[in-house]
T-cell receptor
Framework: DAGVIQSPRHEVTEMGQEVTLRCKPISGHNSLFWYRQTMMRGLELLIYFNNNVPIDDSGMPEDRFSAKMPNASFSTLKIQPSEPRDSAVYFC?????????????????FGPGTRLTVL | AQTVTQSQPEMSVQEAETVTLSCTYDTSESDYYLFWYKQPPSRQMILVIRQEAYKQQNATENRFSVNFQKAAKSFSLKISDSQLGDAAMYFCAYRRGARSEKLVFGKGTKLTVNP
């Protein structure tokens, strides 16, 4: 079974350019998460979707960031315009929220990440 | 807001020895989940172990076990018989309740395993 697929693995761009990161979740999973990892702030949740609907976008830094999930097998995170402080590793994760004793349990499976460098 | 604190930026252990990584969290919730994730140099985040707050028994997965102290809001990870492949960043994470999917991560502890 293929895991979470992210593309590109590395992206180098210049300030002001538009950047689009892509994610294909594990087939059958119904939740998708976008995280950002930096040395200063650690690993932060940006946004997550359940059944293609955004549930919590409180971590999205500002209007320059947007995320979409047009269908169950694809999501994008777009930064426009990009700035040097956006340089980070961006992770996508997916999970299958399923009912277990005590509530819903879901393990998040992470992709390999996209290392973004904005010059 | 919930916070997760890992007070040890770096730890080292000799191969075959035991090491304990610390994690504390702050929450007013009674129902929550705690996790330890491993991130090797490959960057891949891998779930190591999880603990449901309503369970009193500490979780164990092979050489990995936790010491969950609910009253103290402490959740430490013990790695027994450390192996070179255990070298990685380890992140403690918190998830509120059974219906929330949002994970809050600590800043991580870098574990070095010396041969």
């Amino acid at each position: 079974d293929a895991g979470v697929i992210q593309s590109p693995r590395h992206e180098v761009t210049e300030m002001g350019q538009e950047v689009t990161l892509r994610c294909k979740p594990i087939s059958g999973h119904n939740s998708l998460f976008w995280y950002r990892q930096t040395m200063m702030r650690g690993l932060e949740l940006l946004i997550y979707f359940n059944n293609n609907v955004p549930i919590d976008d409180s971590g999205m830094p500002e209007d320059r960031f947007s995320a979409k999930m047009p269908n169950a097998s694809f999501s994008t995170l777009k930064i426009q315009p990009s700035e040097p402080r956006d340089s980070a590793v961006y992770f996508c994760a997916s999970s299958l929220a399923r009912k277990a004793s005590g509530g819903f349990y879901n393990e998040q499976f992470f992709g390999p990440g996209t290392r973004l460098t904005v010059l | 807001a919930q916070t997760v604190t890992q007070s040890q930026p770096e730890m080292s252990v000799q191969e075959a020895e035991t090491v304990t990584l610390s994690c504390t969290y702050d929450t007013s919730e009674s129902d929550y989940y705690l996790f330890w994730y491993k991130q090797p140099p490959s960057r891949q985040m891998i779930l190591v172990i999880r603990q449901e707050a309503y369970k009193q028994q500490n979780a164990t997965e092979n050489r990995f076990s936790v010491n969950f102290q609910k009253a103290a809001k402490s959740f430490s990870l013990k790695i027994s018989d450390s192996q070179l492949g255990d070298a990685a960043m380890y992140f403690c994470a918190y998830r509120r309740g059974a219906r929330s999917e949002k994970l809050v991560f600590g800043k991580g502890t870098k574990l070095t395993v010396n041969p």
